[in-house]
């Protein structure tokens, strides 16, 4: 393993022609494997390298390729949509945020070592999604019962339609809109953790995460304003009091 032949170099990094590694860089990489070169998923081991230096594209091929495929694994094992969502967003942070990518060793095919990982994941995190009440239910609990508007049935009303509103809303979100915003609100995430796990700058993920909110603001306006066949001027005068709160409190609780 001190020197790895450039032919097996060529081969290691024939399906991802995109990602630049040099020879010196795949080499060091898997210096420390005790296995010989020959028995190795070398291109495996080409992609988790480049994912753990920060390759350009590498974690977008990474999520292309693996991750893409985890959802429908861990429905097939009867995960609920909560636990798969948990597990998907606590998959990619663990991969490339905190580098656990670079401990994949080649010696079984990377798809099999990133679906074992989840499914490990996903038997920690699962629960029973009936035995509790969704973060937006006690949003809207809490909203319905305060004191300025607990009277009000039309608000309430509002309140409940905003709930099914956002939920459809987030669907017509990119992929990339709904992984931001999720781990954003839900993980607590900063937008400088942001930039170095989507491989950006900070300024830029700001651009994005400002794009999201907007997005998600404006079609969850446009469905209630749907669902409750209002004009604008009543729309506004509806949600007047509650409009400016509602939206990163809310996002918050159904992320």
């Not at 977008?60 to 985890?70: D, G, N």
């Amino acid at each position: 393993m001190e020197r790895l032949p450039e032919e097996a170099f060529e081969i290691a990094r024939a399906p991802w022609p995109d990602l630049q590694l040099t020879l010196e860089q795949f080499t060091h990489h898997i210096a420390g494997l005790e296995r010989a070169f020959e028995s190795l998923h070398l291109s495996d081991l080409y992609l988790a390298c480049a994912c753990a230096l920060g390759v350009p594209r590498a974690a977008e091929t990474l999520e292309r390729e693996y991750l893409v495929k985890i959802p429908g694994i861990l429905r097939r094992y009867g995960h609920s949509q909560e636990t798969v969502d948990d597990v998907c967003q606590k998959l990619r942070e663990k991969l490339i945020l905190h580098s656990h990518i670079s401990t994949y060793t080649g010696e079984g095919k990377l798809g099999s070592w990133v679906e074992v990982i989840a499914k490990r994941m996903a038997n920690r995190e699962a629960r029973p999604g009936a035995a509790e009440s969704s973060g937006m239910s006690q949003l809207v609990e809490k909203q319905a019962s305060s004191s300025d508007i607990e009277k009000d049935v039309v608000k309430k009303h509002l309140l409940a339609e905003l709930q099914a509103a956002l939920r459809e809303a987030g669907s017509a979100l990119s992929g990339e809109q709904r992984q931001l915003l999720k781990f954003h609100y839900r993980n607590g995430l900063s937008e400088s953790k942001l930039a170095e796990l989507f491989r950006t700058s900070q300024p830029t993920i700001s651009r994005r995460l400002k794009g999201a909110r907007e997005a998600i603001f404006e079609e969850t306006r446009r469905r209630l304003r749907q669902r409750l066949g209002l004009s604008e001027n009543d729309f506004d005068s509806l949600i007047a009091d509650v409009q400016s709160r509602w939206l990163d409190l809310s996002l918050s609780q159904i992320m």
